[in-house]
């Protein structure tokens, strides 16, 4: 369904009991994202802060749970999504023998035109108003976490033109504020607005671009979509929501925005101009992406709708909002990656602990020996993908929804020397484990059934799935004092992992203490060791895994010890640990993880019964304060 503008979708959340009016004063600075990090964690309801100290309300978390991220796209299921797009598909690539089935198109090539943006005459409702002096500070503008360089604008839907073609890209980059008409536009280096950018510089002109807030839920959903080059992002909203998006003239520079949106910043980026020293911000990994330099935006003009709401979104430790938009991409994609990529795939999740990039899990149907390396190989080749860290592929009937399944699945089905896959390439540039910035180590996991040509046995094979998973805790940290804690819940559900914390003394300490524990037959029967610093509370799993990909580079940080023989098993050790320059060379800045200030938490549990949010929630920050490393957003050495 199409939404009217953001008030609408406002107004059927809360029809859907699905949002929470807050009346009492809630300051934008730390105060909103410390409510709202309480809420995301317990998957809570979209949230209306009325009362900021602006004139404008300001709503946040409103996709962050499965129900509203399909109430935002207009759907039941996010699945109907996938199912539509490949009989749509279908349909327009199948054979067509004749005329009759030629004009049987028709419709379908009318529905489509009917997604189409159109430029309409006259002004939006995004123009009902217009700034005299166009001031971004008027707005409530949040500063999500403290070691943040300032406030941030986190669902800006940003409109570039390629000066050479006029073709349109739409994409979402944070936006520093750092006076009335002056801010930041954090695009990274891989993204299309920076090649854009880097076209106007060749041409020695300045480059419009224009930012759109609120308005139907669709479009922020399709600034953040993984679309190939060239594609429109409002053709996908406009298929999204069963209706054109209308666009209109913006009043100062070249560009055309969504006429229902709330707020239009409308400005320039100079390609002349010295870049301004941007972050840290608080970002999607859980941890400070620092800070560095990224171009001027210029303000020129503000417009917005009569009784505009500001919309926002935090970022952090998983969960958050922007899991579900995350959820959202994995099932809309699924069917193109499916019919013109990796025909194979049956289902594909990316966990939200892997915040994005750093985990896939991909389920294919399997027919021939080592086509698990050809569709990890395939996908690291397709579009954003090449910044996926870690694949696992799987096979069969294992649900991969389902993560303790997927556990024993891998567990059974992988032997480190044979199965795992390293490899380098692009990463995010918001990945702190890689030794260079934005490129760094990749790891392939063929989980997939074997057939007889990819085993170093089939004795193995049945190996696995007996293996004697008992281990004694107490043994091994009296023989290594330097473990701090093991986590073997794993291995009483029968998988081969445990996850180990350490206190790390010296260089190559954790290759070494993995040569160790493998040589002295404690760990005979165990797959894999994750390696964690001891500050982290490894009890729990998910965490653990947070942790472990977020600070992994696998081609650097994995310790395969091969088998004895034909019959015996393999291990791997990967290091999850916290990198240094003292104790492993590390010549880059490592980023602190997100926590509120004991001031604001204190603040926010006196105002709790207040805010109508319900039963008392416990603030997520106390238990990371605990792991935070000495600094600011930079940890100290």
């Not at 520079?253 to 229902?260: G, I, K, S, Y």
């Not at 990967?574 to 320059?581: I, Q």
Request: charged share 25%; aromatic share 8%.
């Amino acid at each position: 369904m199409a939404y009217k503008n953001l008030q609408h979708f406002i107004d059927t959340l809360e029809k859907n009991n699905e949002l929470v009016r807050i009346k009492e004063y809630v300051n934008p600075e730390l105060e909103i994202t410390e409510i709202t990090d309480r809420i995301s964690k317990v998957y809570g309801p979209a949230l209306l802060f009325e009362n900021t100290g602006y004139d404008f309300p300001l709503l946040i978390n409103s996709m962050g749970n499965y129900e509203r991220m399909c109430m935002a796209l207009g759907v039941k299921h996010m699945d109907e999504i996938t199912t539509e797009i490949e009989t749509l598909f279908k349909t327009l690539t199948g054979p067509k023998e004749g005329l009759l089935d030629k004009l049987k198109m028709l419709p379908k090539l009318s529905q489509i035109a009917s997604w189409m943006p159109k430029v309409i005459s006259g002004k939006g409702e995004c123009q009902e108003v217009v700034m005299t002096n166009p001031d971004i500070t008027k707005f409530p503008v949040l500063k999500c976490w403290p070691e943040d360089g300032g406030p941030f604008i986190t669902l800006p839907v940003i409109h570039t033109k390629d000066p050479l073609t006029g073709i349109r890209n739409v994409g979402m980059y944070r936006m520093q504020i750092f006076g009335p008409q002056l801010t930041a536009l954090h695009w990274h280096k891989h993204k299309v607005s920076a090649r854009h950018f880097n076209e106007y510089k060749k041409l020695g002109q300045k480059m419009p671009v224009a930012v759109a807030l609120g308005g139907d839920p669709v479009y922020t959903y399709a600034a953040t979509a993984p679309l190939p080059d060239g594609i429109d992002e409002y053709m996908l909203a406009g298929f999204l929501r069963k209706k054109k998006v209308e666009l209109v003239q913006c009043l100062t520079q070249d560009c055309q925005v969504p006429a229902d949106a709330d707020i239009i910043i409308e400005g320039y980026v100079d390609p002349e101009e010295d870049f301004i020293w941007e972050g840290p911000f608080g970002d999607h990994t859980g941890y400070y992406s620092l800070a560095d330099w990224y171009p001027k935006f210029h303000i020129t003009a503000i417009t917005h709708r009569k009784n505009a709401v500001y919309p926002a979104t935090i970022v952090g430790i998983p969960p958050q909002e922007d899991a579900w938009i995350g959820k959202a991409t994995e099932r809309i994609f699924l069917g193109p990656i499916k019919m013109t990529m990796v025909p194979e795939i049956v289902d594909m999740v990316l966990p939200m602990e892997g915040v994005f990039h750093n985990l896939v899990i991909v389920k294919i149907k399997k027919d021939y020996p080592g086509q698990a390396l050809k569709v990890m190989n395939s996908m690291w080749g397709a579009g954003q993908m090449m910044f996926t860290k870690m694949i696992i592929v799987v096979d069969g009937e294992v649900d991969i929804q389902d993560n303790v399944a997927v556990a024993k699945y891998i567990s059974e089905n992988v032997d480190p020397q044979n199965d795992i896959i390293f490899t380098q390439g692009p990463m995010d540039v918001l990945d702190h484990s890689c030794s260079k910035m934005a490129f760094g180590g990749k790891m392939g996991i063929d989980a997939t059934k074997k057939l007889e040509e990819e085993v170093r046995s089939t004795t193995l094979l049945e190996k696995s799935k007996t293996l004697d998973l008992n281990i004694s805790i107490s043994e091994l940290q009296s023989k290594f004092p330097e473990i701090n804690a093991i986590n073997d819940a794993l291995l009483k559900i029968g998988v081969s992992l445990i996850f180990i914390s350490v206190e790390k003394n010296r260089k190559g300490h954790i290759e070494e203490l993995n040569k160790q524990l493998f040589e002295s037959g404690l760990l005979k029967n165990i797959k894999v060791v994750i390696y964690l610093e001891h500050t982290i509370d490894i009890s729990d799993i998910a965490d653990a895994v947070w942790r472990f990909s977020n600070n992994v580079d696998p081609r650097r940080d994995s310790f395969v010890v091969k088998a004895e023989s034909a019959n015996d098993l393999s291990h791997i050790g990967l290091d999850g640990t916290r990198k240094t320059k003292e104790l492993d060379g590390f010549e880059r800045d490592w980023p602190n993880i997100l926590a509120s200030t004991t001031e604001t938490i204190q603040h926010i549990d006196r105002i709790w019964d207040k805010l109508g949010l319900g039963k008392f929630i416990p603030s997520p920050s106390l238990k990371y304060q605990k792991q935070l490393y000495k600094g600011g957003a930079v940890a100290e050495e």
